[in-house]
Nanobody, 126 residues
């Protein structure tokens, strides 16, 4: 399984970015797919998880109402739309996936996914 994350970059506070995560050898429609991030010197933070099959979406309080997770079955890709970005959102963002579509409520907290992609750096300047 490979998860190819992209879309990171440098943006000013208040701006937006959209991260993409294209999956190979994993069907996003049937599992749980999410994002977590890690800033220098800080612990890993789960930020979002969802299951296309069951329609449930989960967000960390720190990103709720600013970030939106979505998926495209045809492209086997999951997106993270990030709006109203803040300097504290600066981190390396990772997409991850789990075979079970039921685990999002747990995964968004413990990040114990079955698969993880390489990170993409998001830098938000003040």
């Amino acid at each position: 399984v490979q998860l190819q994350a992209s879309g990171g970059g440098l943006v000013q506070a208040g701006g937006s970015l959209r991260l993409s995560c294209e999956a190979y050898e994993f069907t996003v429609e049937y599992g749980a797919v999410g994002w977590f991030r890690q800033a220098p010197g800080k612990e890993r933070e789960g930020i979002s998880c969802f299951s296309i099959k069951f329609g449930g979406t989960y967000y960390a309080d720190s990103v709720k109402d600013r970030f939106t997770i979505s998926g495209d079955n045809a492209k086997n890709t999951v997106y993270l739309q990030m709006d109203n970005l803040k300097p504290e959102d600066t981190a390396v963002y990772y997409c991850a996936a789990a075979n079970s579509p039921f685990l999002c409520p747990i995964l968004v907290k413990n990040n114990d996914y079955d698969y993880r992609g390489q990170g993409t750096l998001v830098t938000v300047s003040s």
